[in-house]
């Protein structure tokens, strides 16, 4: 065993210690989030009334994990629709409302009334009060003394607005507002549809609470003996991921992330010093430059300077054709007063440079190494 593992060892199990120790003298905290989850027994989730739904209702609630576009495809006779804190599609609550037209009730318990069920039975403003605490009470006489008080998180929504026509079921009361209506009912076609903007009276929190279960008895109490169909959000929307045992237990989370942390360190602090030598690749010379020269040195050697004349001027015809696009069939005037415009270069310099080219490609002319040199410089500067 190496010194630098047994320093990786050390530091992984002073961590180990350390999260140990956090996690056994760690408070358990409370989830106060509304998550209105069925199966949550945190103080906003729906356990406990999940669990006594069947009570409420005598044994004829349906729940389903369909949404109500998916399960109304074939008629269905008139029933009790319920819907809590559900984000339901605007197919969805559009086949909702042709049900309730035919007969069935809804009810509804959200805290913001959703706008497809606003647009076709009236618009309903809502109002947010910002009161620490509230008390949901029933219009009718004979719930007077069944009501709630919420101490925890009230959301303090209340309907502002009311059409003619519509009657207000219940109230919230709050010692420094007035009252404002949060339990509403309105006639759709054959049916009816039930409005209550405060779910936290269904919540574990206060149906836990003396006394409290019985306004909930009173809210539903509204809705006819018969079959109701809860809507509740897709079981199968559990997370199919294969760490989701490890990630939803804290420790084994925590335990998780300081493995993966130790392993990636490890990894680079091991490949950093353990890298691979990278090879010094020496780059491939340019020998052309070489080539030239001994070409060059070959001919000056041999002194056949009229030959190197020869090929300086072929070579400078043909960049004039390419570049400049000027005909050098003709070395004549012509020539010269295009490559003077094309160039810029002074007259006096591209005759002398015409009479070198001339005596380059005469055969017979006698050429001296002055003149090769001279008409190398020339035709250098001119292009």
Not at 52 to 70: C, G, H, M, Q, R
Not at 86 to 108: C, T
Not at 197 to 218: M, S, W
């Amino acid at each position: 065993m190496n010194k630098t593992f047994k320093i990786y060892a050390v530091i992984f199990i002073i961590v180990m210690i350390i999260l140990v120790l956090f996690e056994a003298n760690k408070t358990e905290r409370t989830d106060w989030r509304k998550n209105f989850d069925i199966s949550q027994k945190s103080p906003f989730g729906l356990f406990v009334f999940n669990n006594e739904v069947n009570a409420l209702f005598k044994n004829k609630i349906k729940k389903t994990s369909e949404t109500p576009y998916d399960y109304y495809q074939a008629d269905k006779k008139p029933h009790n629709i319920l819907v809590v804190e559900e984000d339901l599609d605007r197919q969805s609550w559009n086949k909702i409302l042709d049900q309730v037209s035919r007969g069935s009730d809804a009810m509804l318990i959200v805290s913001e009334m959703p706008k497809q069920i606003s647009d076709s039975i009236g618009y309903y403003d809502s109002q947010i009060s910002f009161e620490d605490e509230n008390v949901l009470k029933l219009t009718d006489r004979k719930f007077t003394n069944d009501f709630i008080h919420l101490d925890k998180f009230p959301s303090g929504r209340g309907f502002t607005f009311i059409k003619p026509g519509v009657e207000v079921l219940g109230k919230t009361v709050e010692k420094n507002n007035s009252d404002q209506a949060n339990f509403i009912k309105i006639s759709f076609g054959k049916g009816n549809v039930y409005v209550h903007c405060e779910p936290l009276f269904i919540t574990n929190y206060y149906l836990l609470k003396h006394g409290n279960v019985r306004y909930a008895q009173d809210v539903f109490s509204y809705l006819d003996d018969r079959e109701t169909i809860w809507f509740v959000e897709n079981d199968a929307k559990v997370s199919q991921f294969f760490l989701r045992f490890i990630l939803s237990n804290p420790a084994l989370k925590y335990a998780w992330w300081v493995f993966l942390g130790g392993l990636l360190l490890f990894i680079f602090f091991n490949a950093k010093r353990k890298q691979r030598i990278v090879p010094i690749i020496e780059p491939l010379k340019n020998t052309s430059v070489d080539f030239v020269k001994s070409i060059g040195n070959l001919y000056l050697q041999e002194g056949d300077f009229h030959d190197m004349m020869a090929k300086k001027a072929q070579y400078f015809l043909n960049k004039v054709r390419m570049d400049l696009l000027i005909d050098t069939q003709h070395l004549d005037h012509e020539f010269a007063k295009k490559l003077h415009l094309k160039t810029g270069k002074p007259v006096e310099m591209i005759d002398e440079a015409i009479q070198l080219i001339k005596k380059a490609q005469d055969p017979y002319a006698q050429v001296m190494k002055e003149d090769l040199a001279k008409m190398n410089k020339l035709l250098d500067e001119i292009i």
